[in-house]
């Protein structure tokens, strides 16, 4: 009787992880629209983010980001939450804008956007399939990335002031790197049933896949664009 109860609540909680996990790649497929809208308004319009005075512009990229993390964690169970979300994303479009412009500026700016686009899916389906497949437990990793993000965090600061080329690609690197590790976490989380909100799993996840992105975009802009 223990046994047949043990198995019930194993299938119950598999089933609720399965459809948070459906739920979150639907909303995630979702939040690609206001993305894109806002990335392709900033291109048009040339938007740049206080660009005569990077720290004051990096110091308010985060408190307009937490002041969203904190408006959709406070709503995640309701519609609200669902708007602030996809609301983000239309910003973090428009803050994509910026390296989007000067990707375009190369005569080869179209093909590396997409092999960065290309190259970020893979990644994602690589960690997530690996995710949701595998039998080990990758939440363990949690407080290694956290490490790992405070160390990339404090060397984008410091490179605010530094202004070091080769600083800013080996940043990239790690970004690529800790957010695909990320990935396999954030799914991993939801597939073990350790995250039950779509809401917040989806935010997750996109920043996941936007850090990826325009990390990988910086890499194949700074090895492989062409002025000619």
Known sequence: MQLDTYGQQTQV????????????YMLLALTMVPTVAGALLGVQMQFSFMAGSPFIAFALFLGISFAFFYGIEKNKNNGLGVALLLGFTFFMGLML???????????????MIALAAGGTGAIFATMAGIASVS????????KFLTVGL???LLAVVANIFLQMPVLHLVISAAVVLL??????YDISNIVRGGETNYVTATLAVYLDVYNVFTSLLNLIMAFGGDRD
């Open 13 to 24: 909680l598999s089933q609720s992880a399965n459809r948070v996990l459906r739920n979150t």
């Open 97 to 111: 804008s910026r390296i989007l412009q000067a990707a375009l500026g190369f005569s080869n700016g179209g093909s």
């Open 135 to 142: 039998k080990r437990d990758f939440t363990n990793m949690g």
């Open 150 to 152: 405070v160390v990339v």
């Open 179 to 184: 957010f695909s590790g990320y990935i396999l």
